[in-house]
């Protein structure tokens, strides 16, 4: 079976402070792929990073960096230097070479950045 | 134009009305998909056409319709709807080609409320 668990459903933390995101993710394909969307109030998702299965080097994009451990099946994305614009709700996802036609949701942690 | 473009944005209709939601991307993407957002539930995925042939049907009820004419379009026909309907329905596309590392890239969404 493929999963995707946030466990977080809220978070709130005054601008500036470093925040981070969990996502642990359940797959038996060995070719995936993970990715994060942000869904602000307005509605539309929008994609933020991807990472594939065979690249576990963490990297940094602007104030977003994310922590990819195949050991413990976990996804998870930092947003340092929290702005109120980055209040929403983000999304983990999987996509899978064996059912890529279905790209499977985590539940959503909801972001609120506090001025 | 941006990418993925769903209309109306806004919907109420009766039980017992025939509606249909639109959408249309202007991203060269081959595969499309409806999703449902409900309140305090993960996103649900509905149907994805893939070339405009339906590949995936999640089980969802008969009054649920989707047709897709060409790959830059997608439309979901409803019928006899029920006041649970009620949802954020998302549309996306993606390339299906190198499929496994597409981001799907999202509309804005149609707020239906079934009254």
């Known amino acids: 079976a493929q999963k995707v668990t946030q466990a977080q459903t809220e978070i709130s933390v005054v601008e500036k402070e470093d925040v981070t995101l969990d996502c642990v993710y359940e797959t038996r394909d060995t070719t995936y792929y993970l990715f994060w969307y942000k869904q602000p109030p307005s509605g539309e998702l929008v994609f933020l990073i991807r990472r594939n299965s065979f690249d576990e080097q963490n990297e940094i994009s602007g104030r977003y960096s994310w922590n990819f451990q195949k050991s413990t099946s976990s996804f998870n994305f930092t947003i340092t230097a929290s702005q109120v614009v980055d209040s929403a709700v983000y999304f983990c996802a999987l996509r899978t070479q064996t059912s890529y036609d279905k790209v499977i949701f985590g539940p959503g942690t909801s972001l609120s950045v506090i001025p | 134009e941006t990418g993925v473009t769903q209309t109306p944005r806004h919907l109420v209709m009766g039980m017992t009305n025939k509606k249909s939601l639109k959408c249309e991307q202007h991203l060269g993407h081959n595969a499309m998909y409806w999703y449902k957002q409900s309140a305090k539930k993960p996103l649900e995925l509905m149907f994805v056409y893939n070339f405009k042939e339906q590949t995936e049907n999640n089980s969802v009820p008969s009054r649920f319709s989707p047709e897709c004419p060409n790959s830059s379009h997608l439309f979901l026909h409803l019928h006899t709807l029920q006041p649970e309907d009620s949802a954020l329905y998302l549309c996306?596309?993606?390339?299906?080609?190198?499929?496994?590392?597409?981001?799907?890239?999202f509309g804005n969404g149609t707020r239906l409320t079934v009254t």
């Open positions: 996306a596309s993606s390339q299906v080609l190198d499929s496994v590392n597409s981001p799907l890239h």
